[in-house]
């Protein structure tokens, strides 16, 4: 639903193009301006309506699997879906992909909850590893290799179980 506000009545004909529902011409009047939002308020688009309007005015793309860290006094953006693994080092955690490790304040317990929250695919996998499964290449009972460069990380024994139940979950 799209309300435009114009100085002058020759741009109605753009407000229709839009698929506006209602325009208004300035001066408002208080009356005028309560109707539009009633009528504004009644309306009720259909999904498909909306996404198409939406998706044809403003081009706007599917979100992007990415977080904002702050490393370094600058807010960074990491694409969750080219993240290898994030490693906790005591107070500070770093997040590694293929071309570049950044490090943040900050502990793994709360990144691995952060995650969890989003339903992400990364794995706790060690007490100072959690890995983005989708980038496992193989394993064994003490290692985990990531498909990039032949990296591999600890498995903790403690953490086997998690990795037995995703992988008993996609095996056919």
């Not at 506006?20 to 504004?40: C, G, M, W």
């Not at 770093?94 to 695919?121: A, M, P, W």
């Not at 193989?138 to 460069?149: A, H, K, M, V």
């Amino acid at each position: 639903m799209s309300r435009y506000y114009f100085y002058n009545c020759l741009f109605r004909i753009c407000s229709y193009e839009l698929s506006a529902l209602d325009y208004l011409v300035k001066p408002i009047s208080f009356e005028r301006f309560y109707t539009a939002v009633n009528k504004a308020s009644k309306f009720k688009p259909s999904q498909n309506t909306l996404n198409s309007n939406i998706s044809q005015s403003l081009q706007i793309s599917e979100p992007e699997n990415v977080i904002f860290v702050r490393s370094e006094g600058k807010n960074v953006k990491i694409n969750l879906n080219e993240l290898l693994f994030i490693e906790g080092l005591k107070d500070y955690v770093k997040f590694c992909n293929i071309d570049s490790k950044i490090i943040v304040h900050g502990t793994l317990k709360r990144i691995e909850e952060y995650l969890n929250e989003r339903q992400t695919s990364f794995l706790r996998v060690h007490k100072s590893y959690i890995i983005n499964t989708k980038k496992i290449k193989q394993f064994s009972s003490d290692l985990i290799t990531l498909t990039s460069d032949n990296i591999t990380i600890p498995l903790g024994q403690t953490y086997m179980k998690n990795l037995e139940n995703l992988i008993n979950d996609k095996r056919y």
